[in-house]
């Protein structure tokens, strides 16, 4: 990964998690509504995003891209793929990452930084 990579990974994963926030409390009021055309189209933005980032090795499903503005996502559809994408991200920061003295820090360019982030949901095994 490069710095400009890093950036915009936390800031994708920081606008991933807050839509899966909000989608999981609509998703639980209620799971099969369809998700509103203003909704749809800021979370197919940030999948478009989140493609970019994870690539072939890390997207979650080959054939899924975005949401079809056509066949409207329910909440819970919406929720559920909010969910494999942050585990996807997860899983790329996690093969990025290093530790040092008990931080962590990304791995730029395949050398350490010293760009803190947070400790891997899953540590790699070596």
Known sequence: MTKKEVD?????QAQLEGLHNEISVLS???????LNNFKLKFVNQILVE?????GDKY??????????NDDMPTNSDA???L????SCFEKLRADNVYQDFGKWYWVIKGEKSKIK???PKKIKEK
């Open 8 to 12: 915009t990974f936390e800031k994708v």
């Open 28 to 34: 639980k009021k209620s799971q099969n509504d369809a």
């Open 50 to 54: 989140a493609n970019k980032l994870l």
């Open 59 to 68: 997207k979650p499903f080959p054939d899924f891209e975005v949401f079809d």
């Open 79 to 81: 929720a559920m793929m």
């Open 83 to 86: 969910t494999q994408y942050l």
């Open 117 to 119: 982030t947070v400790m």
